[in-house]
């Protein structure tokens, strides 16, 4: 794993001029973690974002549904099986893709 510390300085090509989408998600034990989006998709009229643990990048993402209200966006986990089983089956497709494996 690289120790790597991404700036506008650094020299490596990537963009750093994103803004970056902070999230603080209280998982099932109770425990806080700071969650950075890194992709969003839609299926079925329905926009999903994709979440990795800030201090953990290596870890597994998590989807969340992006449910709006008034004028504000916020995630919500998703529950049903159906809907789940159908957005990891889109989100595998595209990391297959991005990952040049498809």
């Known amino acids: 794993m690289s120790e790597h510390q991404h700036d506008d300085n650094c020299g490596c090509g990537e963009d750093h001029e994103h803004e970056e989408h902070v999230f603080v998600v209280t998982d099932e034990e109770g425990t806080e973690r700071e969650m950075v989006m890194v992709y969003t ?47 990891t089956a889109i989100y595998d497709e595209i990391a297959a893709r991005e990952n040049g494996q498809a």
């Open 41 to 87: 998709f839609e299926s079925e009229e329905q926009a999903y974002a994709v979440l990795i643990d800030r201090n953990d990048p290596e870890a597994d993402g998590v989807i969340f549904r992006i449910e709006e209200e008034n004028d504000e966006a916020f995630l919500v986990g998703i529950e049903d099986d159906a809907e789940w089983d159908r957005v």
